[in-house]
């Protein structure tokens, strides 16, 4: 910041906001990778990721591995943040939402998990609206990528953003999403009804039956949000993840919650609308995808509901909750 005598007030200089954002996540990459190795990430999940990396980058030989996790972890964040930086620059990317980005501890995390999906957590941060051939170049490469890396999170963003334009273009009643949510709830009682059509789903018996039998749409609100400012693994860090959640959205939006037009304008809204859906929609389906990161599109949704204010909740929280969770962890875990 500088002194302008002239008007005799301090004025900001261009993009500090999102120098201090790089800084928060810089530090909170420095935290995940000090503090949230392949054990507390999950190390079985770790290992299909080491796998993945092998596959894409090693020719299926065993060079990635724990020994050498700390420097691909310090790649693919760079990677990840390249990349977010790259469509920021192409336009794609609102300058608020980089903040947010930059600035939520879920993305440092996300960015140093040991899975190729990290990836795709940049191209969710997307704008909509973007006109029909921008559009389509967006939708293009997110089905190439998933393709290419062999991994669904790409097709989740591209139902997201068709489902947006559809429900845009189309302005339903409120009674039409409901009848979206009663379908929604009947495929997932008579799944087997869609294996003629898209066999692929079969495979997500094993989740359905053995892993999540006892599957309910409070679970997964609750998995939901416990995983939306930070979350390493929900089903035992939920009682952080949920109250930094619910400390978040009081801290930044304080009496909006109060409001009841501030409900009706989210449930007007068409991106809100299509975001519900789609979670709902994948969670019925498969009973596992639940955890927020699956979801990622709902980052620029902090900025649309809590402005500039809740980018500055989160760069004076972010820090304190990495942390936090980071000593529950070494607690826990003892490491």
């Not at 995940?32 to 079985?44: A, D, L, R, T």
């Not at 795709?120 to 973007?130: H, M, R």
């Not at 997201?160 to 273009?169: A, G, Q, T, W």
């Amino acid at each position: 910041m500088t002194f302008d005598p002239a008007t005799q007030t301090i004025r900001s200089r261009p993009n500090f906001d999102v120098y201090v954002a790089a800084l928060i996540f810089i530090g909170n990459i420095a935290m995940c990778i000090s503090f949230f190795n392949p054990e507390v990430q999950g190390y079985g999940d770790a290992v299909r990721g080491w796998r993945q990396f092998n596959a894409l980058l090693a020719e299926g030989q065993p060079f990635y591995d724990e020994n050498n996790q700390v420097s691909l972890r310090i790649v693919m964040a760079l990677v990840s943040f390249l990349i977010v930086m790259t469509l920021r620059a192409m336009g794609l990317i609102k300058r608020e939402v980089l903040i947010t980005y930059l600035a939520l501890p879920f993305s440092a995390y996300l960015a140093t998990k040991l899975k190729v999906e990290f990836v795709f957590f940049p191209f969710a941060l997307i704008a909509l609206g973007l006109g029909w051939k921008r559009e389509v170049m967006v939708i293009l490469m997110l089905l190439g990528m998933t393709v290419f890396f062999d991994e669904n999170n790409g097709l989740i963003i591209v139902l997201f953003r068709l489902s947006f334009i559809v429900l845009s273009v189309l302005k339903p009643k409120l009674y039409w999403i409901f009848i979206l949510i009663a379908g929604i709830i009947f495929i997932d009682k008579n799944i087997s009804l869609l294996f003629p059509f898209v066999p692929g789903l079969a495979a997500y018996n094993y989740t359905r039956d053995i892993v999540n039998p006892e599957f309910s749409y409070i679970e997964s609100v609750i998995v939901f949000l416990s995983s939306m400012t930070i979350g390493i693994q929900p089903q035992i860090d939920y009682y952080f993840g949920f109250t930094y959640t619910v400390f978040f959205f009081i801290a930044a939006l304080g009496k909006k919650l109060l409001s009841k037009s501030f409900y009706i304008d989210i449930i007007k809204s068409p991106a809100a609308r299509s975001g519900f859906l789609t979670i709902m929609l994948f969670g019925s389906l498969t009973h596992a995808f639940q955890n927020a990161r699956y979801y990622f599109f709902y980052v620029p949704g902090i900025y649309a509901i809590g402005g500039a204010r809740a980018n500055r909740t989160l760069i004076i929280i972010s820090w304190p909750m990495t942390f936090f969770l980071a000593i529950y962890y070494r607690l826990y875990l003892g490491h």
